[in-house]
């Protein structure tokens, strides 16, 4: 995996617990960590010769906290762990659904048991679309897409869905614009979550690249939107841009 961080990467280490799931436990609580499980867990930065720094907070604030830690380091993604339901659906705790409403970069939601490599790449766009906004969300989506599929050598697919007949999208200038293999463009009728998780499982894909308005004031606070629906779906690894 360490040959996708090329380039003078740096990671910076947010060790902190999520009081969330802390609160759904116990009452009480005691969290405490010496130097060998610090150690341990840096270990496979060292061994690589990876640059990184670190900090180990405890705050009830956890997206708060996470959002100033990416300014402060100048984060360019915000990579995070899910851990998955029986129904094999993402469980995330409240401050991370936060985190996803807010973020000013990129995150990606990793699987503890998700494979190191990338073998397929899946982008989740609207390319029917005539808001400004979501047209920028498109180009993003394809954009990190590309580079994920370039530097892991894998192949990059598009999803794209729509309401009805009506609504059936130009293939060839999806093609064109999407910069996709026409084997590799996927147009479905249906509701986003579902045609995103049915053409995430057929296609086997390691991660799913989708986008989100950034939310900000009592919308910021609100649960619930098309994006998180989403995500509840899928099995696979996520990336979320705003």
């Known amino acids: 995996m360490y ?17 969330d799931d802390l609160r759904k436990e116990h009452d009480t609580f005691e969290f405490a960590c010496d130097g060998g ?84 790449v899946l982008a989740a766009v609207n390319m029917q679309t005539d808001n400004p906004r979501y047209a920028e969300l498109n180009e993003k989506i394809l954009s990190y897409s590309n580079l994920l599929a370039t530097k892991y050598g894998a192949e990059k697919h598009v999803v794209n869905g729509y309401g009805d007949g ?22 479905k009728q249906g509701a986003p979550k579902s045609i995103i998780s049915e053409v995430a499982t057929e296609i086997n894909a390691d991660v799913v690249v989708i986008g989100t308005l950034a939310r900000r004031g009592v919308m910021a606070a609100m649960k619930g939107n098309k994006s998180e629906s989403i995500i509840r779906e899928l099995t696979s690894d996520v990336m979320v841009l705003n």
């Open 3 to 19: 040959k996708v961080l090329d380039g003078g990467v740096n990671i910076h280490l947010f060790i902190t617990t999520d009081m």
């Open 166 to 187: 009506m609504e059936y999208p130009d293939r060839a200038r999806l093609l064109r614009e999407t910069d996709t293999k026409q084997e590799n463009l996927h147009l």
């Open 37 to 120: 499980w610090y150690n341990e867990l840096v270990k496979p930065m060292v061994d690589a010769g990876i640059d990184y720094t670190s900090e180990i907070l405890w705050t009830d604030q956890w997206h708060r906290s996470m959002m100033a830690a990416t300014t402060k380091y100048n984060a360019d993604l915000v990579i995070m762990s899910d851990y998955a339901t029986q129904q094999g659906r993402t469980e995330l705790s409240a401050s991370k659904w936060a985190l996803l409403r807010v973020s000013s970069c990129p995150v990606l939601i990793v699987h503890p048991e998700s494979p190191l490599g990338r073998k397929t």
